[in-house]
């Protein structure tokens, strides 16, 4: 709960969405995001560098890996934070499980499908065309697939 519940990061990602919203699809909207991708992948690469080296500034060890074990609980979280409203944030309780249905499924095989591109280093876009990581639009592409937009 260290860093979710910074004020400052918080306002940061609440920031960032507003100028580069993830579910505003371009061409639907007629937008324009110049290497959104791009700068979500460095922002977020600088965003757990921080975490990382502030957790072992504190002694809180290093970060460990997600995990889609259903088999453990996990630890509860209450956040302080409120919405604009003054509406508490929704709570964690202690000891809760995931359970595999669908959605963890889907959440499995996209993270499968990125960590492949980044091990062959390409990307298959929708209409076929590919692209190296390495080329010049390949780090948004990876941004924008890490990031979830769907243009």
Known sequence: AY??????????HTYWNMDYP???????????FDRRGELFYYTQSQLMARYYLERLSNGLGEVKPYSYSFKNAISGFESSLRYQSGKEFPS????VKFFNNYYTEKALSLESRILNAIDIGFIWTKDG?????????GI???GEMISGVND
């Open 140 to 142: 948004n592409l990876l």
């Open 129 to 137: 065309q590919k692209f190296a990581l390495k080329d010049k639009e």
């Open 22 to 32: 993830f579910w505003a699809n371009s061409k639907t909207y007629n937008l324009k």
């Open 92 to 95: 964690r309780p202690e000891g």
């Open 3 to 12: 860093l979710g519940e910074d004020v400052g990061v918080n306002a940061f």
